[in-house]
């Protein structure tokens, strides 16, 4: 009935429900964060990724002793699994940095009330997504500070024509910019939090982590500009890290990655998998937290329709990759290309073209993009749907390259699954501590999207 | 600044012209003290920093204090004790190893080899390239022997009903057994031993066998040689030894012969005839190879023709021959399906245009009419003395194995086998099943196994004596030429109860406590001081007699062969006796079984051997498993599941035949003949040890001594199971790439670049960044493999196993692709999947690509490049990201998934090549060329001030190869045997097109078809690119 109502809402431009105050908008958020009775469903879920978090805890302690032979890798598959996942998780922090950065530039309002929340889930993703690189090593206690570039007495450096230290660099920049954005963002609403704050140490520890913030307007002319230039720090990383990712497989010469059409087909997959995985989050939490009001049906049709787009740049990215198999003439292009769809992971390929390809082109349908639950179900498909093209890249490009004798078949093995699923837990486990412990939206932009601020500026030009 | 001179100020303002301005009075006085302060930029501690003294105490001492922060970390090196040596051996440098020629025994007969030697340990078998009879080459065999002699398994202690006793005590109950038996004249002694070719073990033998004329010896090996023997005795009247010169012959006909893998004579046989058909230096005409058999063999991979058919019929297909050539007294029969009679009148048309330079050799498994055949065709051909020599025996006393083992068992049951010594045999296991030797060996009384382990023969005999490996015991041996070899040890017995064949047959004597050194040298004094003739002249090389045993016993040390002690070509008469009429020619849908030695663990003597378990067998590639080969049609009549290749399972089956039956995996192979099964022996052991135990399927469980090779009537049943069969290659297609690329003799000779038109390889001129390395300086180290000569023997990857410290790492983690063998030997398939038109071996190393994909991608320079174009790989720097693994596109990078090398047990890290480092887990690996051999050559010519010369430096996989298809050298020396070789008109790199630029190329596979068959038929045609 609410949506309904919502929904006939006439004034188009409005990315928030009718007759928010600042003062309302305020108390809506921080109370999520100040009061003391914490939801049933947030200690379901928080269980149940502190849970899945003991899986990576126990996965990644067996790694270590006994090695990465406990995965399914074999000769020729020397990638699986913890790759797929690497891609999977940094593709899906994309939509985070997209949404703060490149939507701030483009003064897109409706990016307030999803920002924060996307965010989080940019650093957390890069988090789960960094470990993969990491213990997927032979040998993860050399491979830790081997490959960062550091004097040493035996004037040894990483090879710097590696795509695997170009990805060093890019991930760990990304995550520290997006950590640094993300901190930035946060510090009016901290303060926000210290003052409304009851209990001693929450006044204290909102107060150190706000940094001394007193919503001066030195204050907010500062935080303006750093945001500004956070942003258009962050801008070309949303480009240049999925690049620098997909280099990893562009710049080698296997059949199946060596693709100049990898770069803009991987970044568009990373924003369709970063804004599924954004969908995925919210419509969950807006219903849960009864954030309906901030988090409009506006902002899931937004979502959608980049959705759409994207989804149709990467579709259009498979298309490609088959016709220039086919019109390159190269026969190791050309075979990879037929194995893919009639080799022994030939399921996966068409599960795929089913989830990234045919399934969002329901998005199409204004019907579909503003029901909560059928958007739902189309970004699952997605999430699985980008999981799986990791998976068509990765082994099944390299289980049949250009030696027949050596082809082989790659099977992940309940260690790989358990990392992986333990990698979630991480990811969960951090987002519901986020979500308990900082604003999930941010309060000051959702509060400049509120009646009141509109009236505001309206008599303000007046 | 308060001693200032105010009228040294005024005067110097004074000396002064126009206005002077001054900051301060000290700046105007000018004073040292002054200058000092302004040139300190940073006044209260810069100077520190220029000061070298104080800024490089004040690193020490931080780079001390952090030291020993990091000290507290470390863990304790082990103590570890330097023993110098009191007296050094002779001849040894500490880092340098030594080589020793000595023999390995296998059927009894000689593989002559050197054992290369570190401080007294051997570690790896090379070939002896001196020796008359094979000139170097080696086998799977002999490669791995040395991974038996530190096997952890090996027996250690003499046993009495499983107690531990000492060798006197042995020795005193032997010499009661013998007199004991001295008053019956021996009539319950038995000996039961291998085929015997020493002539010191025959001699002590025929010693105690006069002193106890009663007694018995009898020979046995599971892969007898009985058919020839009996075929030649019918042919001949008397026992003679049939030695082929494939180096005459032009046109071959083997009739189930895989003499490139089987038989006493096989190097020898492999190198001369690939040597006949070696396509370099402008030679443009080989010999032409048919062969008719009854399953693939390597032989039959290299055939010119190859026909596939079952062992009962290849006699009908002999006869088929022999009437075409008019042989006297043989009719045709009725060939068996699937040969064709044009295409026996062309062979037969092909044999007879070349006689004296043609030859029909038959396999051991034929039974004797068929080499009786054989014998009176080659007679007819007149190939006698010239392809085919017949000789006196190389065996000390030639027998019918399977029928003097018969009589022995017989004689058990009978119970009047009171004394049984049975020496290096495993009869329990290998005899056959009919026989049940087992439960008749329980009824002698005092049954004495010698072995080196305690097999399965051992718990049914009261004694056990563990045996010496062959590279720790004096003996002799005799290669299938006759050529004696003094068997040398290269190591004290690992323990100290181990005793050899000769000490234990002297332990029967009356002179019980002799050595094995003693007894061979005293033999050999004794036939030098008076000839026996049966060795030759016993003279040197020159043909000039020794002047005494000294000179002549070291000299035939050091060489690893006695001169002159092959045996002569004899003349032989063939008997009256015709030959006998065919035998009745089996339904055509009949269903026959034929046995077959295990290609790498042979008759189940390897079972323990990781080396060898894991040596992927040829075409088939399985390790750890024997399997029921059938064809296509046959499993489809069956009705059973197509094997899953790819994931690694296959349907199992019960074999049931003489009332006996088995259970083992299919595979289905192409080249098989239809309705015929082949099951391979030595597997499901019981008693081999750890590695060994419960592998496979026992194929002796069903083979009869009726039957021991092959029979009809057996009974196939699918079980509805499936099991995990481990193998190396899953994929057998070329799928149109050009990877093994060949053609006929005609078409080669039309155009002998035909291999490099194949594919587009860009120029080397053809970059946008310069070259950066031009490599026409110094060495450039190159490899060459000659398609054309490559048998698929597994002897080079054995033996690149043995030299760089492979680890094994098990039938499980092979089935999951990680097996790590730095060469392989990849096999393709041609044609129809049931008849291949022809059947490719292609050995795989590290490319060592100029442009090697594997190196950009290495984020920690893990991989590099050398100056002498070799693609180093350093070890301790690799952090295992397998990003150099994916982007090799041969595919021959092995990554340690675990800690696969052993790093626990003793013996076997006795077994390591010190120069080769053993990987940790977590670290790529592969292929350097032997870079340690490459390096120690080196160090040896910049001590002698020269440069490496050609044939200095041998991979490991180039020296153990029999036919000597791989060539390694520096092709920047234009004279250089590889420099040479990548000048023919063949030679092409593997997937040059991708510009890796790969260092090993490839010289392509011609085949010579006969023009009368190669239009329609094209069996075993050549195939373009």
């Not at chain 2, 009705?639 to 296959?650: F, S, Y």
Request: charged share 20%.
């Amino acid at each position: 009935m609410l949506e309904k109502a919502k929904h006939a809402d006439p004034p188009e431009t409005r990315f928030i429900a009718p007759g928010h105050t600042f003062g309302s908008v305020t108390e809506k958020i921080s109370s999520a964060v100040l009061t003391k009775r914490t939801p049933v469903s947030w200690f379901i879920g928080f269980a149940v990724g502190f849970a899945l978090l003991q899986a990576l805890a126990l996965g990644v302690t067996w790694i270590l002793v006994r090695g990465v032979g406990l995965w399914g890798l074999n000769q020729p598959v020397g990638w699986g699994f913890a790759i797929i996942n690497f891609v999977w998780w940094i593709g899906i922090g994309h939509a985070g940095t997209l949404i703060s950065a490149i939507l701030l530039l483009l003064n897109q309002k409706w990016r307030m009330s999803i920002s924060r929340a996307a965010e989080a889930m940019t650093i957390f993703a890069v988090m789960c997504a960094a470990m993969f690189p990491l213990f997927h090593t032979g040998r993860p206690w050399l491979a830790a500070y081997w490959l960062l570039p550091y004097p040493n007495t035996m004037s040894l450096w990483p090879n710097f024509r590696s795509p695997l230290v170009w990805d060093v660099f890019a991930v760990s920049t990304y995550f520290t910019v997006s950590l640094v954005f993300w901190y930035t963002g946060l510090i009016p609403d901290l303060a926000s939090l210290r003052d409304r704050a009851k209990h001693r140490l929450l006044q204290i520890a909102y107060g150190v982590l706000s940094l001394g913030w007193r919503g001066s307007a030195r204050d907010w002319q500062r935080y303006e500009l750093a945001s500004l230039l956070l942003a258009g720090l962050s801008t070309p990383l949303v480009l240049s890290v999925h690049t620098v990712v997909s280099f990893d497989f562009a710049t080698s010469l296997i059949p199946g990655w060596h693709a100049t059409i990898f770069p803009p087909y991987f970044v568009a997959g990373a924003i369709y998998a970063g804004f599924a995985m954004v969908l995925t989050l919210m419509i969950p939490l807006r219903r849960i937290y009864g954030f309906e009001d901030f988090v409009t049906m506006r902002h899931l049709e937004n979502m959608a329709k980049v959705m759409l787009a994207t989804g149709l740049i990467v579709f259009y990215g498979y298309q490609m990759e088959a016709f220039f198999a086919w019109y390159s003439a190269n026969p190791y292009e050309w075979f990879m290309m037929k194995n893919r769809w009639t080799g022994p992971y030939a399921y996966l390929y068409w599960t795929l073209i089913f989830c990234n390809g045919v399934a969002p082109q329901a998005l199409w349908f204004k019907k579909i993009r503003t029901t909560p639950l059928l958007l739902f179900g189309i970004c699952m498909f997605v999430n699985v749907g980008m999981w799986i093209e990791r998976f068509i890249i990765v082994p099944t490009s390299l289980s049949r390259d250009f030696m027949p004798s050596s082809w082989g078949i790659y099977h992940g093995t309940r260690w790989d699954w358990m990392v992986f699923v333990g990698t979630m837990g991480l990811f969960l486990t951090c987002f519901y501590l986020f979500i308990r412990v900082l604003p999930m939206l941010s309060i000051f932009e959702v509060r400049t999207l509120s009646t009141s601020a509109v009236a505001k500026e309206e008599s303000g030009h007046a | 600044m308060s001693n200032l001179d105010p009228s040294a100020l005024r005067a110097r303002l004074a000396s002064t012209h126009g206005p002077t301005y001054w900051r301060s009075l000290e700046e105007l006085a000018d004073t040292e003290e002054f200058r000092r302060h302004l040139q300190r930029e940073f006044p209260a501690t810069a100077a520190e920093l220029s000061d070298p003294q104080g800024r490089r105490q004040f690193l020490k001492l931080m780079g001390a204090s952090m030291a020993l922060a990091g000290v507290t970390a470390c863990t304790r090196q082990p103590a570890e004790k330097i023993i110098p040596y009191v007296d050094a051996p002779e001849e040894l440098v500490p880092g340098k190893p030594l080589f020793y020629a000595t023999a390995l025994p296998h059927g009894g007969f000689a593989t002559p080899v050197l054992v290369e030697s570190h401080e007294g340990r051997p570690t790896k078998v090379e070939p002896n390239p001196d020796h008359p009879a094979t000139r170097g080459g080696t086998d799977v065999f002999a490669q791995g022997s040395v991974l038996t002699l530190y096997d952890p398994d090996r027996s250690r202690t003499i046993r009495e009903f499983g107690e531990i006793r000492s060798w006197d005590a042995f020795v005193s109950r032997m010499q009661g057994a013998v007199l004991a038996q001295k008053a019956t004249g021996g009539a319950g002694f038995r000996l039961l031993t291998e085929t015997v070719t020493s002539p010191t073990l025959g001699s002590q033998i025929e010693g105690l066998l006069q002193t106890l004329p009663g007694a018995k010896w009898v020979q046995y090996d599971a892969i007898s040689r009985d058919n020839a023997r009996a075929g030649a005795r019918a042919a001949f009247g008397r026992d003679v030894e049939t030695r082929y010169r494939f180096d005459q012959a032009d046109v071959i006909l083997s009739l189930d012969m895989d003499f490139i893998e089987d038989g006493p004579g096989r190097l020898a046989y492999a190198r001369t005839f690939i040597d006949h058909r070696r396509l370099v230096d402008g030679r443009t005409d080989m010999n032409r190879l048919y062969v008719v058999e009854s399953q693939l063999t390597n032989t039959g991979a290299k055939a010119d023709h190859r026909v596939a058919v079952r062992a009962s019929d290849i006699e009908h297909v002999g006869r088929a021959v022999a009437a075409k050539l008019g042989v006297a007294g043989v009719a045709a029969s009725a060939l068996p399906s699937g040969v064709d009679g044009a295409w026996v009148s062309a062979l037969a048309r092909d044999l007879s245009a070349h006689r004296g330079r043609s030859v029909v050799v038959v396999g051991d498994r034929q039974p004797p009419v068929v080499h009786q055949l054989a014998h009176v065709i080659n007679a007819t051909l007149g190939n006698v003395g010239q392809t085919v020599e017949y000789t006196a025996p190389v065996e000390v006393q030639p027998q019918v194995q399977v029928e003097a083992l018969r009589a022995l068992a017989g004689e058990m049951v009978a119970g009047t086998v009171e004394v049984l010594v049975i020496m290096g045999v495993n009869p329990v296991y290998t005899a056959p099943a009919d026989l049940e030797f087992g439960e008749r060996l329980k009824k002698v009384p005092l049954a004495v196994h010698v072995g080196l382990f305690e097999d399965e023969t051992a718990p049914y005999c009261r004694w056990h004596v563990p045996a010496t490996h062959p590279l720790e015991a004096w003996s002799d041996l005799r290669t299938f030429d006759g050529t004696v070899t003094i068997c040398q040890p290269l190591i004290a017995p690992l323990y100290d109860n181990n005793k050899s064949a000769h000490e234990v047959v002297a332990a029967l004597s009356s002179a019980p406590t002799q050595d094995g050194a003693e007894i061979v040298k005293a033999f050999w004094q004794g036939e030098f001081s008076a000839p026996s003739g049966r060795f030759g002249d016993l003279t040197n090389v020159d043909g000039q007699p020794f002047p005494d045993f000294d000179p002549f016993w070291r000299q035939t040390l050091h060489d690893g062969f006695m001169v002159g002690s092959a045996l002569a070509a004899t003349d032989v008469t063939t008997t009256s006796a015709p030959v006998p009429p065919p035998s009745r020619p089996v339904q055509s849908s009949a269903t026959e079984i034929t046995f077959s030695a295990d290609p790498t663990v042979y008759d189940g003597r390897f079972a323990n051997n990781g080396w060898l378990q894991e040596c992927p067998k040829p075409f088939n590639k399985v390790v750890w498993d024997n399997v029921i080969t059938m064809s296509r049609a046959m499993r489809e009549r069956l009705g059973l599941p197509k094997p899953d290749l790819l994931e690694q399972w296959a349907p199992t089956v019960t074999v049931r035949w003489k009332g006996r039956e088995i259970t083992g995996p299919v595979y289905e192979q192409p080249g098989q003949p239809d309705h015929s099964i082949n099951v391979q022996l030595g597997y499901g052991r019981t008693r081999a040890g750890r590695v060994g135990n419960g592998v496979g399927y026992n194929a002796y469980g069903i083979r009869t001594t009726d039957a021991p090779w092959f029979g009809v009537g057996a009974e196939i049943a699918g079980t509805g199971e499936w099991y995990r069969l481990a193998s190396t290659q899953t994929h057998f297609q070329m799928e149109g790439r050009n990877l093994v690329r060949g053609a006929s003799l005609p078409s080669y000779q039309g155009d002998p670049g035909f291999a490099k038109h194949a594919e587009h390889v860009p120029p080397y001129e053809e970059t946008l960044h310069g070259n950066e390395w031009k490599y026409d300086k110094g060495y450039a180290w190159g490899m060459v493999i000659d398609l054309n000569a490559c048998t698929g023997c597994n002897a080079c990857v054995v033996a690149c196993t043995a030299e760089n410290n492979i680890p094994i790492v098990g039938k499980d983690e092979v089935a999951t692709g990680r097996e790590m063998h730095w060469i392989r030997i990849d096999n393709y398939y041609q044609g129809e999947p049931d008849h291949p038109r022809s059947v490719e071996t292609q050995p795989v190393t590290c490319m060592q690509c100029e442009n090697a994909p594997c190196e950009v991608v290495c984020p920690v320079a893990a991989t590099t490049h050398s100056t002498e174009g070799l693609n180093d790989m350093v070890y301790n720097r690799c952090v295992g990201t397998r990003y150099c693994q994916n982007n090799c596109p041969y595919k021959v990078r092995r990554f340690n998934f675990y800690l696969y090398a052993d790093w626990n047990t003793p013996t076997l890290k006795m077994a390591r090549n010190p120069d080769v480092t053993v990987r940790s887990r977590g670290v790529m690996e592969k292929c350097t060329y032997c870079v340690q051999r490459i390096n120690a050559a080196k160090i040896q010519s910049e001590l002698e001030d020269r440069v490496v010369r050609d044939g200095e430096i041998v991979t490991a996989c180039e020296s153990a190869c029999p036919t000597r298809a791989i060539t390694f050298g520096n092709i920047n020396d234009r004279e250089s045997r590889v420099a040479k070789l990548k000048n023919e008109p063949r030679n092409y790199g593997l997937l040059e097109d991708l510009n890796t630029r790969p260092r090993t190329t490839y010289l392509a596979v011609v085949r010579n078809p006969n023009p009368e068959l190669a239009p329609e038929g094209g069996q075993g045609q050549g195939h373009s690119g």
